[in-house]
């Protein structure tokens, strides 16, 4: 069973750029969430997809957007890249129960970027 | 809003001795607790989770937690640590997104450096 992949693992980009950035959950997950994590911190929430739809952001800009599939993989974007903003970008995906709260997050390995 | 305090940057243990990691939160209503285990350029494992019942609570590769409410801490365990538990160890607390599922809030991280 492939748990969460993510691609690419590393990446290079300019200030000012743009990024794309996948992710594909385990299998039988359906919920995917975005995780920034900076260099010596803890990942910071970005945003949690469910059926196609953003359902929750964290304190982020509108530079950082996402999708959904409809099988489930989702991107994160990123537009206008920041020096700040290098750093590795973790994506979790979960299964939901419904009435269920208490579902358990796999993380990816993360793409590291570096805005240059 | 829910946060996470890991009150030690830096732990070192000989290899043998046991091991205890801090860990303070803060949420109003009845916690979802985990820790994750991170080693270099790597994502996020999953080493134990407390949503309720027993405060004591068994993980993976030896590790256990404590859950107690009166003093808002999860501390994790070890009786022996081997060389190999070298890595980074985050608490998070999980608060319920509506219509999905749960969003980690993460503390800073404590490395645990083991020495043979």
């Known amino acids: 069973d492939a748990g969460v992949t993510q691609s690419p693992t590393h990446l290079i980009k300019t200030r000012g750029q743009q990024v794309t950035l996948r992710c594909s959950p385990k299998s039988g997950h359906d919920t995917v969430s975005w995780y920034q994590q900076a260099l010596g911190q803890g990942p910071q929430f970005i945003f949690q997809y469910y059926e196609e739809e953003e359902r929750q952001r964290g304190n982020f800009p509108d530079r950082f957007s996402g999708h959904q599939f409809p099988n489930y993989s989702s991107e994160l974007n990123v537009n206008a890249l920041l020096l700040g903003d290098s750093a590795l970008y973790l994506c979790?995906?979960?299964?939901?129960?419904?009435?269920?709260?208490?579902?358990?997050?796999?993380f990816g390995q993360g793409t590291r970027l570096t805005v240059v | 809003a829910q946060s996470v305090t890991q009150p030690d940057i830096h732990i070192t243990v000989s290899e043998g001795a046991s091991l205890e990691l801090r860990c303070n939160y803060s949420?109003?209503?009845?916690?979802?607790l985990f820790w994750y285990v991170q080693s270099p350029g790597q994502g996020l494992q999953l080493l134990l989770k407390?949503?309720?019942?027993?405060?004591l609570v068994q993980g993976i590769k030896g590790f256990e937690a404590e859950f107690k409410r009166s003093q808002s801490s999860f501390n994790l365990r070890k009786p022996s640590v081997h060389w190999s538990d070298a890595a980074e160890y985050f608490c998070a607390v999980g608060a319920r997104i509506t219509g999905g599922g749960n969003k980690l809030t993460f503390g800073t991280g404590t490395q645990l450096k083991v020495e043979l």
């Open positions: 949420y109003g209503a009845t916690p979802y």
């Open positions: 407390y949503f309720s019942g027993d405060t």
């Open positions: 979790a995906s979960s299964p939901i129960y419904s009435g269920q709260p208490n579902t358990e997050a796999f």
